[in-house]
């Protein structure tokens, strides 16, 4: 279809669909290229619903860094909602770009952004809505290279069948060097050359953190778990280490200002990455080691430049731990003073309890309020020192009752229930630190006081200590929260929880093998899209193409793993030792904790290499260094300092 039809359609399709304006583009701030003048085309896709992707910061960088360089063009494409798909479908309308509207297969390369598991059928609905092949195999050099990176990617093999690359780590600079390497041995195009695609995938497996499965084989035992997964050609490396970036490169100022309301409608400034805390059940925590700071002339020079160039009412510091940014009372007090007149808000997604200062609130009094999160995940002594987050309850209502006291009626409070050898006892407490927030909040507020719960399911993620654990079962989870619906129901507070079977689903997809791939691909075509979405999510689906094939999803979800079983995972490095992971599950096991490693260096294995990525040395030469400082900052200019 050329693309004067497409226009055309398109003038007829888009009145007919719920928020048209998810699909138009010409967004504030979005970059369009000459298409026929520029010799590299790239389509980031985020594999859900605009609303969603336009909040994804990682999805920003990458568009912002591409877009910088002279000879390629990236444009951006989300997962149409059904009534968008329904009408593409019937007109034979391919999804495309919002930039240009050209179709996914027009493009050199489609990279997808995967941040967690429950959008990975949507994948499949947008590479086929972009006439392009699903499988990779059935893929030839009249196709985009189609790649993936993002946190679920650090267990790739259930996608494997789809993608033709993972970027393992951070993408900044490696996704220059994936275009590169792709602009050097393509051929132009209209050309005949049945060995390029084999040599530009050939060529991208030995980047550094890059993972071709093709050039993988996987073995499985009798018992169905798996023996090993080595390579199949010369050249690739047995293990694929993450990409670290040894310092934060400048933030994204130039953020897209979109038409609707979007799910985090404001600008971004990723303060610091990684985190030195080491909750036992955090993948975020562990895989993004270590900690790199912004300095806070960098961060304000770049609030300066966002609110210039945005309009945006709210700033976000974005962090794991955004307290724990070396200088936050600094920064935030910087900020305050500056923008306090013009009542810019001022967000800190998911502040560190025990490292909240009222000197903090303070500050944010200056602009408008909107409430502060607080992340104790557990409401008893025991859990607590299980998951290595010992917050005592006491300081958590001195908090709490400050931040009542400076004029904030709304708290909320997430806690996550199913850790291992939970018991009820241990939920009920969840309830009773939950009645004692809102009590403190009552003696301010009176009936205005506020809050809001919300009450996740563990799942053992890979990479992390307790990814020997199994998820809890249904029937255990399902009881938790009838604990908790009953003893939260009052004025005042909020319950919010997963469903069991969305539980179940994030499990067996994060914790799956190369097998899941004909799983997902038999439940995509049986109906499931958009699983993260409670009206379409079909756990029948999945259940269906697991029977189809000879496959439980008790097996990866809801099974103890040996200390020596081979992981799906085992192949990608996150340079934190296995063997520290296994340690730190035994100490959960008896209660043990360990001290933030600001404090005391455990050797996890991350520092030897970061510094051995900060002086360009290669994974082999990695090694621990002698127990000491673990602290790793940067200056915002030139590298960090252990």
């Known amino acids: 279809m050329d693309m004067l039809t497409i226009e055309r359609e398109l003038d007829r399709i888009l009145p007919k669909v719920e928020k048209p304006a998810r699909y138009t583009g010409g967004e504030y701030n979005s970059v369009v290229k000459d298409w026929e003048a520029t010799p590299f085309r790239a389509v980031l896709a985020f594999p859900d619903i605009y609303e969603l992707g336009m909040s994804n910061l990682g999805l920003a960088i990458l568009y912002d860094i591409l877009n910088r360089l002279p000879d390629v063009l990236a444009e951006r494409v989300y997962t149409p909602w059904p009534d968008m798909e329904a009408q593409l479908r019937a007109t034979g309308v391919p999804l495309y770009s919002l930039e240009t509207r050209h179709p996914l297969a027009d493009f050199d390369l489609i990279g997808f952004s995967l941040p967690y598991e429950q959008v990975y059928t949507n994948v499949l609905t947008m590479l086929d809505l972009g006439g392009v092949p699903l499988l990779a195999s059935e893929r030839d050099e009249r196709h985009p290279i189609v790649i993936a990176g993002g946190h679920a990617t650090y267990n790739p093999d259930p996608m494997a069948d789809f993608v033709d690359a993972f970027v393992i780590g951070e993408g900044e600079q490696v996704i220059v060097e994936i275009v590169e390497a792709i602009q050097n041995l393509q051929s132009p195009r209209g050309a005949s050359n049945l060995k390029q695609r084999l040599d530009i995938l050939r060529r991208l497996a030995e980047i550094p953190g890059v993972y071709v499965p093709r050039f993988y084989d996987v073995e499985y035992n009798a018992d169905g778990t798996l023996a090993r997964v080595t390579p199949n050609v010369e050249g690739v490396p047995a293990r694929v280490t993450k990409r670290i970036v040894p310092s934060l490169p400048p933030p994204v100022t130039r953020f897209i200002v979109p038409f609707v309301d979007v799910t985090h409608n404001r600008a971004v ?100 309020q909107t409430g502060f999160t607080f992340a104790p995940e557990a409401a008893t002594e025991t859990m607590r020192r299980r998951i290595n987050k010992f917050i005592p309850d006491q300081q958590l209502l001195d908090t709490a009752r400050e931040v009542f006291s400076r004029g904030w009626r709304t708290i909320k409070l997430y806690f996550m229930i199913g850790h291992p050898d939970e018991t009820l006892e241990d939920v009920r407490a969840i309830a009773d630190l939950a009645n004692a927030v809102l009590k403190e909040g009552r003696k ?22 307790f990814q020997w654990t199994s998820l809890d079962g249904e029937e255990s989870i399902r009881a938790k929260q009838s604990l908790l619906k009953q003893a939260l129901r009052k004025p005042g507070l909020k319950l919010s929880w997963t469903e069991p079977e969305h539980t179940l689903l994030e499990a067996f997809l994060s914790r799956g093998d190369r097998r899941q791939g004909r799983v997902i691909l038999r439940a995509w075509q049986l109906g499931a899209k958009l699983d993260g979405w409670n009206e379409h999510f079909n756990i029948g689906a999945w259940r269906q193409a697991f029977a189809e094939h000879g496959l439980d999803p008790e097996f990866y979800a809801r099974r103890s793993r040996a200390k020596d079983e081979v992981f799906p995972w085992d192949h990608i490095d996150v340079a934190v030792r296995k063997n520290y992971l296994w340690q730190d599950y035994v100490m959960s096991q008896q209660g043990e904790t360990r001290v933030d490693c600001r404090e005391h260096c455990f050797a996890c294995g991350i520092l030897p290499a970061f510094n051995s990525v900060r002086m360009n040395l290669p994974a082999e030469a990695w090694e621990c260094p002698p127990v000491s400082l673990s602290r790793v900052t940067g200056d915002g200019q030139g590298g960090g300092e252990i």
Not at 452 to 459: H, L, P, Q
């Open 444 to 465: 301010i507020h009176g009936k205005a006081a506020q809050v809001n719960i919300g009450c996740a399911t563990f799942v053992p993620k890979p990479h992390t200590p």
């Open 269 to 368: 400034v990723e303060i610091q990455r990684g985190c030195t805390r080491g909750c036992r059940f955090c993948h975020a925590g562990m895989v993004t080691r270590p900690v790199r700071e912004r300095s806070v002339e960098e961060i304000l020079a770049a609030v300066d430049q966002m609110v210039r160039e945005t309009g945006f009412e709210e700033v976000a510091l974005l962090s794991l731990s955004s307290s724990d940014y070396s200088r936050i009372g600094d920064l935030v007090q910087a900020i305050s003073q500056r923008y306090g007149d013009k009542r810019l808000s001022i967000s800190l997604p998911s502040l560190r309890i025990e490292s909240f200062s009222i000197g903090l609130a303070e500050a944010l009094k200056n602009g408008r």
